[in-house]
Protein backbone atom coordinates (compact mmCIF):
# COMPACT_ATOMS: atom_id res chain seq x y z
CA UNK A 1 0.00 0.00 0.00
CA UNK A 2 2.75 2.31 0.84
CA UNK A 3 4.58 1.93 -2.75
CA UNK A 4 1.28 2.47 -4.06
CA UNK A 5 0.74 5.85 -2.86
CA UNK A 6 4.48 6.66 -3.45
CA UNK A 7 3.77 5.76 -7.01
CA UNK A 8 1.11 8.25 -6.93
CA UNK A 9 3.13 11.18 -5.60
CA UNK A 10 5.76 10.72 -7.99
CA UNK A 11 3.12 10.62 -10.79
CA UNK A 12 1.17 13.66 -9.91
CA UNK A 13 4.53 15.46 -9.31
CA UNK A 14 5.78 14.58 -12.50
CA UNK A 15 2.92 15.87 -13.88
CA UNK A 16 2.44 18.98 -12.40
CA UNK A 17 5.90 20.23 -13.40
CA UNK A 18 5.48 19.01 -16.52
CA UNK A 19 1.78 20.81 -16.92
CA UNK A 20 3.87 24.55 -15.80
CA UNK A 21 6.83 23.98 -17.92
CA UNK A 22 4.98 24.33 -21.13
CA UNK A 23 4.60 28.27 -22.63
CA UNK A 24 0.85 29.11 -21.95
CA UNK A 25 -0.82 29.98 -25.62
CA UNK A 26 -1.39 33.45 -25.51
CA UNK A 27 2.46 33.94 -24.56
CA UNK A 28 3.58 31.81 -28.12
CA UNK A 29 1.27 34.31 -29.83
CA UNK A 30 3.28 37.33 -28.28
CA UNK A 31 6.92 36.15 -30.04
CA UNK A 32 6.11 35.75 -33.16
CA UNK A 33 7.42 38.98 -35.80
CA UNK A 34 6.59 39.41 -39.48
CA UNK A 35 9.12 39.57 -41.64
CA UNK A 36 9.27 40.96 -45.28
CA UNK A 37 10.85 38.43 -47.53
CA UNK A 38 12.65 39.58 -50.97
CA UNK A 39 13.33 37.27 -53.13
CA UNK A 40 16.49 37.77 -55.85
CA UNK A 41 17.23 36.60 -58.52
CA UNK A 42 20.99 34.67 -59.12
CA UNK A 43 21.49 35.61 -62.73
CA UNK A 44 19.98 38.79 -62.48
CA UNK A 45 20.73 40.63 -59.47
CA UNK A 46 18.88 43.63 -60.54
CA UNK A 47 15.63 42.06 -60.00
CA UNK A 48 13.99 41.43 -56.88
CA UNK A 49 10.66 40.80 -55.93
CA UNK A 50 8.63 40.16 -52.72
CA UNK A 51 7.42 36.88 -53.84
CA UNK A 52 8.38 34.12 -55.77
CA UNK A 53 5.17 34.25 -58.52
CA UNK A 54 3.90 37.21 -60.40
Known sequence: MKA???LMMAALTILSFSGFAQDPPTQKNKNKQTVEKTY???MHPD???DN???
Open 4 to 6: IKM
Open 40 to 42: ICP
Open 47 to 49: VIM
Open 52 to 54: LHE
